[in-house]
């Protein structure tokens, strides 16, 4: 059962450290999302890669996150310098087959990473 | 903003009970998805409906896409306690290709 995976799946952090969250999408899928979850704004979009490509990242502070993937098999998200405002659920998403802009993607998310900046 | 408002917020129903849960928009979408998502877990997508007036049905839940596209709805009937969590609509609206989640609708059917 392929599945996307996340870690850590839990992380407490004191302001200003630097904040790591990794991804491995599922296998072939060459669509990875980044998203945020809080009680007050919900699910939002951060950043979102094609074939390993940036495409959008207009949902995610560029003074202190930025996105990557290494290779086909890993996605990062890492946050420097961290602020409690950060405290929230991360979430990857991968995807396959018709275009995103069509709007019949499928994503299929990964467990969060589940960050509490002091 | 284009946002996709979700009612309601919070809703708590006996077994057996039937339910609508709404989302609506007062711009166009391209298409909605609809996801659940239980507690430490990520969403997981439900249906995709995609055309106007368009309905689909999962089992006990029925979904409609607005002939206008800018709303949509989920009916359970018979709601049952494995259908607790929170319901998600999803969508790019026309003319972008950015995904807006909707505000939620958190559901507890109780035994």
């Known amino acids: 059962d392929a599945r996307v995976t996340q870690t850590p799946r839990h992380k407490v952090t004191e302001m200003g450290q630097e904040v790591t969250m990794r991804c491995q999408p599922i296998?072939?899928?060459?669509?990875v999302f980044w998203y945020r979850q809080t009680m007050m704004q919900g699910l939002e979009l951060l950043a979102y890669?094609?074939?390993?490509?940036?495409?959008?990242d207009s949902g995610m502070p560029k003074d202190r996150f930025s996105a990557e993937m290494p290779d086909a098999t890993l996605a990062t998200l890492k946050i420097q310098p961290s602020e409690p405002r950060d405290s929230a659920v991360y979430f990857c998403a991968s995807g396959s087959g018709t275009p995103w802009a069509s709007g019949r993607e499928t994503q299929y998310f990964g467990p969060g990473t589940r960050l509490l900046v002091l | 903003t284009q946002l996709l408002e979700q009612s309601p917020q919070f809703l708590s129903i006996q077994e057996g009970e039937n339910l609508t849960v709404y989302c609506n928009s007062s711009s166009v979408f391209s298409s909605l998805q609809w996801y659940r998502q239980e507690p430490g877990e990520g969403p997981v997508l439900l249906v995709t409906v995609v055309t106007g007036g368009e309905v689909k049905k999962l089992k006990r839940l029925t979904f409609q896409f607005g002939d206008a596209r800018k709303d949509s709805s989920l009916h359970i009937t018979a709601a049952q306690p494995g259908d607790t969590g929170l319901y998600l609509c999803?969508?790019?609206?026309?003319?972008?290709?950015?995904?807006?989640f909707g505000t939620g609708t958190r559901l507890k059917v109780l035994a």
């Open positions: 296998l072939g899928h060459n669509t």
């Open positions: 999803a969508g790019p609206p026309s003319g972008t290709y950015k995904y807006i």
């Open positions: 890669f094609r074939n390993r490509a940036p495409l959008d």
